[in-house]
């Protein structure tokens, strides 16, 4: 069954991710506007079951990584019970969580018990007052609780996720890569990509050049973490205790290797986040379509699946905000 999430470029789909809710605690400026009202209803949300449901599909037609975002997914009642669903799914190897960390410290603990493998948090500053301009709000030390207590509980290694943008947050990549080492967190620095109004009011920078001189400053060498092991390219401390990583989307596209897709808190399958391209899994689902059906639908929303974004040829194509779509 594993080879039948083969898209139409030769490309395997062995990764989900699971958007459980579209709110956030943070309005950071590259992803959510100031003030956006435009939520999807509560009475639209997948409910756990058929999250389960969708997503024990997916895992019989071969995918094996599944990662749960937002929004901000710790914001969703019941996480915790939906991932110990999840577990249970024959065939899935890795379960992670996509969070900002605002809510990670109460959090981290049973998440780890409920058998989530692994952890990505969003960091764009170790400074206070840079992190509160990005973010909305003046909570880093909610965030570097968050990181201890998922440390304490046995997370290893832990992702950091900074977006990198000129003139707001450059002059903190050192000092991150310094608390990455000191930390023993794998270091992941990411381009904004122009994904609705805010996204476009992102100016990037060349992470591809970055991450070489970043490399060479702190003596880390090349990684190689094998295929399907995502979009970053690594380098790492000789010892292995802490790894940079650098997503180019822009700068150096990735579309050739691209082995995911996304499905919404309403259960709409997005194809590509570069392209308008989704299948509507929720509403058929809703509308009593039997797992037949339901996986004929998957099967051809993966046939039509883009061979890459265009957010350097058409920057204006995607309206929706990053967090419509699950990050």
């Known amino acids: 069954m594993s080879a039948r999430l ?55 037609l071969g995918v094996r990584k599944v990662r749960l975002t937002g929004g901000e997914p710790l914001l969703r009642r019941g996480l915790t019970d939906l991932a ?15 969070s900002n960390g605002t809510q990670l410290a ?3 603990r049973p998440l780890k018990a409920a058998g989530v493998h692994r952890l990505n948090i969003s960091l ?15 909570c880093l030390a909610d965030v570097l609780d968050g990181l201890r207590e998922a440390r304490a509980a046995g997370f290893a290694p832990i992702k950091l996720n900074m977006v990198v943008q000129a003139d707001v947050n450059l002059d903190e990549v050192r000092r991150m890569v310094g608390f990455a080492i000191e930390q023993g ?12 109004d805010t996204g476009r009011a992102s100016q990037g920078v060349d992470l591809s050049l970055l991450g ?51 499905l919404g808190v309403d259960g709409t399958l997005y194809l590509c986040l570069g392209q308008n391209d989704r299948v509507p899994l929720g509403q058929l689902l809703r509308n009593g379509a039997d797992d037949a059906t339901l996986t004929q639908a998957i099967l051809a929303g993966i046939a039509a699946k883009p061979e890459r974004h265009e957010f350097n040829e058409r920057p204006q194509q995607i309206v929706r905000f990053m967090s419509q779509t699950g990050g």
């Open 124 to 138: 764009d500053s170790l400074d206070r007052d840079c992190f509160a301009r990005i973010t909305g709000r003046d």
């Open 84 to 98: 110990r669903s999840l577990t249970k799914l024959p065939g899935l190897d890795d379960l992670s969580v996509s």
């Open 212 to 262: 070489e001189a970043l490399a060479r400053e702190h003596g880390l060498l090349p990684q190689l973490l094998g295929q399907g092991a995502g979009p970053a390219r690594y380098w790492c401390t000789p010892d292995g205790s802490m790894s940079l990583g650098v997503i180019t989307p822009m700068s150096q596209h990735f579309c050739s290797a691209c082995n995911r897709v996304r």
């Open 185 to 196: 967190f794998v270091l992941r620095l990411i381009e904004p990509m122009p994904v609705g």
């Open 6 to 60: 083969i898209d139409s470029f030769q490309r395997r789909i062995d990764y989900l991710r699971v958007s459980v809710t579209d709110r956030c605690d943070l309005r950071c400026t590259y992803c959510m506007p100031k003030g956006f009202k435009g939520f999807e209803e509560p009475v639209h949300w997948m409910r756990h079951d058929e999250m389960t449901r969708l997503v024990g599909l997916f895992t019989s």
């Open 106 to 108: 109460r959090h981290a």
